[in-house]
T-cell receptor, first 116, second 112 residues
């Protein structure tokens, strides 16, 4: 149980285009999903917290107009990187927390974004 | 906001020996402390977690200790095996609604 998927696993795009990444909880309902960014050989940095049906809460320094987050259902959250630039190239990982007040976060496999 | 420090950044131990990784946190309101193992190019996997109302938790070869007064927590792996080689991250959060603040990671190398 507690499986989280992400799609796509890898994406290469041209500078200036937008890329959408999907995060799904496959066998549980996720009231809250989180988006993290991880640079090579570095730690995970929280970008935003997304609750189903409400606006995402962004961490300080994260541009909400650049990283659009939608959490339309209890099993799906999307991150759209708008007008991507090479500095947006990174590993984006989502996590999902189940209902019932549990603390445990289950991570997706990540999406490797490369912007040319 | 919360700040989590993790040491060491690299740890090399002989197979069969024990490994200890230490973390400190800054926000006394933090009450949840998970540890994740991440292999290269893969997702972080939860290996053990502890909440602030508990001082120690053990799961087979893995144990975590928490000292709330000193604001530090540690991961202990006994009888290390080659498959324990990975990057280990500690993390902290103040509530189940919040995201995690991660330490910078420890690259654990098990020498055969």
């Amino acid at each position: 149980g507690a499986v989280v998927s992400q799609h796509p696993s890898r994406v290469i795009c041209k500078s200036g285009t937008s890329v959408k990444i999907e995060c799904r909880s496959l066998d549980f309902q996720a009231t809250t999903m989180f988006w993290y960014r991880q640079f090579p050989k570095k730690s995970l940095m929280l970008m935003a917290t997304s609750n189903e049906g409400s606006k995402a809460t962004y961490e300080q320094g994260v541009e909400k107009d650049k990283f659009l987050i939608n959490h339309a259902s209890l099993t799906l959250s999307t991150l759209t990187v708008t007008s991507a630039h090479p500095e947006d190239s990174s590993f984006y990982i989502c996590s999902a927390r189940g209902s019932g007040g549990t603390d445990t976060q289950y991570f997706g496999p990540g999406t490797r974004l490369t912007v040319l | 906001g919360e700040n989590v420090e993790q040491h060491p950044s690299t740890l090399s131990v002989q197979e069969g020996d024990s490994a200890v990784i230490k973390c400190t946190y800054s926000d006394s309101a933090s009450n949840y402390f998970p540890w994740y193992k991440q292999e290269l190019g893969k997702r972080p996997q939860l290996i053990i977690d502890i909440r602030s109302n508990v001082g120690e938790k053990k799961d087979q070869r893995i144990a975590v200790t928490l000292n709330k007064t000193a604001k530090h927590f540690s991961l202990h792996i006994t009888e290390t095996q080659p498959e324990d080689s990975a990057v280990y991250f500690c993390a902290a959060s103040t509530s189940s609604a919040d995201g995690l603040t991660f330490g910078k990671g420890t690259h654990l190398i098990i020498q055969p």
